[in-house]
């Protein structure tokens, strides 16, 4: 089976605190995306990447980055983590142009 | 005009009777369309997937695309109050190198009535 594991269930950052989420996928997937999901607007995309070293912004790229130095690793960073950054945050992985995969999410709360 | 648009419902169906989800979508160049049932505070996962005009079954569920009118559905036959949940449609462009991302729509809450 597909597993995409996401490094913590629950955080809980300070305002302006620097705040990574890691995201490791154990199936060669070319494509590894990160979305933000809030009750009454779905999922919206962050960023994605198609390629080690390879990112593109989505649709809500602004106080966010990403690195994918290595295959199967993906990770956001928040540079100055805000209160309305509160919100599930979902990595998913996919082969090219093929349905893609979950983690379990992280709900990230900043206070 | 939101790329990818399903009416959020919530959808009430009787156990054992059709529950038909839709979806329209904006960009003429998708390629790949999918289904995701998400259950309250889990993740996505995927149902089914189509890529070729008409219809796809698998077991209790039927997606139909047809791109011409922009349009995808889900049909679950003999409900079961198990199936309650969100129901998320989600695009993707494929293709070209790069330009592959999946965009989900807000979803539709679907809710079995035994």
């Known amino acids: 089976d597909v597993k995409v594991t996401q490094s913590s269930r629950y955080l809980v950052k300070r305002t302006g605190e620097k705040v990574f989420l890691e995201c490791v996928q154990d199936?060669?997937?070319?494509?590894m995306f990160w979305y933000r999901q809030d009750p009454g607007l779905g999922l919206r995309l962050i960023y994605f990447?198609?390629?080690?070293?390879?990112?593109e912004k989505g649709d809500i790229p602004e106080g966010y980055s990403v690195s994918r130095e290595k295959k199967e690793r993906f990770s956001l960073i928040l540079e100055s983590a805000s209160t309305n950054q509160t919100s599930m945050y979902l990595c998913a992985s996919s082969p090219r142009d093929r349905s893609a995969f979950f983690g379990q999410g992280t709900r990230l709360t900043v206070v | 005009q939101k790329e990818v648009e399903q009416n959020s419902g919530p959808l009430s169906v009787p156990e054992g009777a059709i529950a038909s989800l839709n979806c329209t979508y904006s960009d003429r160049g998708s390629q790949s369309f999918f289904w995701y049932r998400q259950y309250s505070g889990k993740s996505p996962e995927l149902i089914m997937f189509?890529?070729?005009?008409g219809d796809k079954e698998d077991g209790r569920f039927t997606a139909q695309l047809n791109k011409a009118s922009q349009y995808v559905s889900l049909l679950i036959r003999d409900s079961q109050p198990s199936d309650s949940a969100t129901y998320l449609c989600a695009v993707n462009r494929g293709g070209n190198f790069g330009n592959e991302k999946l965009t989900f729509g807000t979803g539709t809450r679907l809710t079995i009535i035994p």
């Open positions: 990447s198609y390629d080690v070293k390879m990112k």
């Open positions: 189509i890529y070729s005009n």
């Open positions: 199936m060669d997937h070319e494509n």
